[in-house]
């Protein structure tokens, strides 16, 4: 379906941008919102609406007359495909245009087997999802993918993934296209958890911080309420600050005394190794500390001191009001964040943190998809490509 071409397209634009919030509007709020006439709103409302995306809901109580009409957000106007490729793990999502999940689909895959057996994978795992939801790809309006390493944003290409061999500057936009001819969006897996998990529990905040800590750490950052990726896309890498106590520890990146090295998920399961402790990976860490094995705890405990010790830089330079921690890790629960608290909230100055929470992911392990899906809806609904959308 196109746009009346009598009807300015600029215009039905920014008015859906009113509307994009999901709070309903009548004719007459969305007048004195503007500043346009009456028949300027009701002309772009009736084209919105002949597009699908705005719906007409319940009619609001009337002073008298006509009850007037309500508008919002149609979220089931199109879809999204929302992927979160993980090392050793992908997951598909379905969503709304309002970042509802309506189709998850999960299961082990290795990213070191390359770009295409991969996003074959995905392409044909999306096809079968839409499919059975009696939907076919030309419902989709954008895809939304995070990947494990860092990501030139303005191509969506992978650049120097230590974890993914094959993958360095692979055009995925221009793959995943040539198969799914919509809009596609790439991003680093913990600029998208970020985004996920504003969106999921602080959608008014505007200085965020999400935290990764698993096979590696890494942090998305939000200020301003915009995602900050850096001049090379890994503002945010955090894995490979050093840090004190790791003088002298090795780490895959050829540095020694990252943070990385000294408070992953495989860093905690070699330390406790060197206890005795039959450990050998994060998971084996966390089942541990689960069972209230206390070198494990407190292993986890240092760990979370490590993380707060370059986290207190952090908060001197962004500011946030909430760092989020989350990845496998997280699943130890207070243990970790204790630790973080305890050396941020003791040397960060008093201003810094006097509205600062630190918390565990609310997004938990849908914060990658989540983060996917707003990435594809915000590039999808944006004015510049809004009409794009429509004429698809």
């Known amino acids: ?39 300027t709103i009701a002309a772009r409302v009736d084209e919105l609406m002949r597009m699908g995306l705005i719906t007409p809901i319940a009619e609001t109580v009337s002073t008298g007359g006509r009850p007037p009409s309500q508008f919002k957000l149609n979220p089931s106007a199109r879809l999204v495909l929302a992927a979160d490729i993980g090392a050793s793990h992908a997951t598909l999502a379905v969503t709304d245009l309002a970042g509802g999940i309506i189709a998850e689909h999960s299961e082990p895959l290795d990213v070191s087997l390359g770009p295409v057996p991969v996003l074959t994978w995905m392409v044909d795992n999306a096809i079968t999802m839409l499919s ?35 993958w360095d500057r692979f055009d995925v936009p221009g793959w995943v296209q040539q198969h799914l001819n919509v809009p596609v969006l790439v991003d680093n897996d913990v600029n998208i958890m970020a985004l996920g998990e504003r969106h999921a529990a602080y959608p008014g905040v505007e200085h965020l911080m999400f935290v990764k800590v698993a096979t590696g750490i890494g942090a998305g950052v939000i200020s301003g309420g915009s995602l900050q990726r850096g001049a090379q896309g890994i503002a945010g890498d955090i894995g490979h600050v050093q840090v004190a106590r790791g003088a ?40 541990l500390v689960k069972r209230g094995n206390i070198d494990a705890i407190q292993a986890v405990r240092q760990a979370g001191r490590d993380i707060g010790e370059v986290l207190t830089t952090c908060v001197s330079l962004v500011n946030p009001s909430v760092i989020a921690i989350g990845g496998s890790m997280a699943r130890v629960g207070e243990h970790l964040i204790a630790g973080v608290r305890e050396v ?16 565990q992911s609310a997004a938990g392990g849908n914060a990658a998809v989540l983060g996917a899906s707003m990435l594809a ?10 009409s794009s959308l429509v004429s698809a």
């Not at 994009?20 to 503007?34: H, I, M, N, W, Y």
């Not at 939801?133 to 944003?153: F, W």
């Not at 002298?248 to 992953?264: D, F």
């Open 132 to 166: 059975d939801l009696g939907r076919s790809t030309g419902d989709l309006a954008a895809i939304g993918m995070g990947v494990p390493g860092p990501v030139e944003h303005s191509t969506g290409q992978p650049v120097n993934p230590p974890i993914m061999p094959g």
């Open 248 to 287: 002298g520890v090795p780490c895959h990146c050829g540095n020694k005394g990252c943070l990385e090295a000294l408070a992953s998920g495989p860093a905690i399961a070699r330390a406790l190794r060197a206890q005795g402790v039959a450990a050998e990976s994060g998971n084996d860490v966390v089942d």
């Open 344 to 359: 941020v909230y003791t040397r960060s100055i008093p201003l810094a943190t006097e509205h600062l929470s630190i918390v």
């Open 1 to 39: 379906m196109s746009i009346d071409p009598t009807v300015n397209v600029s215009g039905v634009s920014q008015l859906f941008q009113l509307l994009r919030d999901g709070v309903p509007r009548t004719r007459a709020e969305l007048a004195k919102s503007t500043g346009l006439a009456r028949s």
């Open 377 to 386: 809806i915000e590039h999808a609904l944006s004015p510049e490509t809004l």
